[in-house]
């Protein structure tokens, strides 16, 4: 429904380029040209109206999002979005060039490491094999889907905080004879947690995101 009427009736009369990208009912629209971004808003919950549907207020945004200027040397860029659970935003490389990152959304890693904490915290009598098999499962999983180019930080940081969390329950299996953490250290040799490791490469180590402006409608 939406598709095609972007691709049937909304680009043919816009400016500049536009793009539509959609996964079930998320979604953002990228625009070449400021005027067309705002001419679309403006209709776009009218067309969602004719079909039962509404936008949601608080996730529905027009904003900037563009590579700063080469001569920018500090700061951020000018905006920032969430889309399926990442952020998407701008910062320096090495190379001193401005380019798109992704890392998983903040939201979205905290929910992530209190899931685990819970499993651990109502699991910690099962066998220490056992919560280690299901512990894998789930850090392996989290990995497959935000294991990208360029968020290698927060699936460390899922990494640390999982092993922080099953020590802390394990400790509390019994109280006479209480796990220290140089016995924890040991126990992970045997039973070694996921290493965080990027599974898609979005773009290419030397990728150049393009210098062409633009402005972004997101949906949710």
């Known amino acids: 429904m939406l598709d095609l009427w972007f691709e049937r ?3 043919p009369r816009l400016l ?3 793009t539509l990208i959609r996964y079930a009912d998320d979604l953002l629209i990228t625009f070449e040209n400021q005027d067309d971004a705002k001419r679309v808003m403006e209709v776009l919950g009218k067309r969602m109206g004719r079909f039962g549907l509404t936008l949601h207020p608080d996730k529905t945004r027009l904003l900037p999002f563009r590579r700063p200027p080469s001569g920018q040397s500090s700061g951020k860029g000018p905006a920032t979005f969430d889309f399926l659970g990442f952020t998407m935003y701008f910062a320096r490389a090495k190379t ?3 380019g798109m990152w992704c890392k998983t959304r903040s939201a979205r890693l905290r929910r992530t490491v209190k899931s685990i904490a819970d499993w651990c915290r109502g699991n910690r009598h099962k066998p220490v094999k056992v919560q280690h098999e299901a512990l894998c499962r789930r850090i392996q999983g989290h990995y497959n889907y935000f294991g990208v180019s360029g968020n290698f930080r927060c699936l460390l940081l899922v990494q640390q905080e999982v092993r922080r969390a099953w020590f802390k329950w394990l400790r509390r299996r019994s109280q006479r004879t209480r796990l220290n953490w140089e016995r924890y250290l040991e126990l992970l040799k045997r039973f070694p947690l996921p290493r965080p490791s990027i599974r898609v490469r979005i773009w290419a180590p030397s990728h150049e ?3 062409r402006r633009s402005r972004m409608v997101e949906i949710s």
């Open 96 to 98: 001193g060039r401005w």
């Open 9 to 11: 009736e909304v680009k």
């Open 209 to 211: 995101p393009h210098r």
């Open 16 to 18: 500049g380029k536009a």
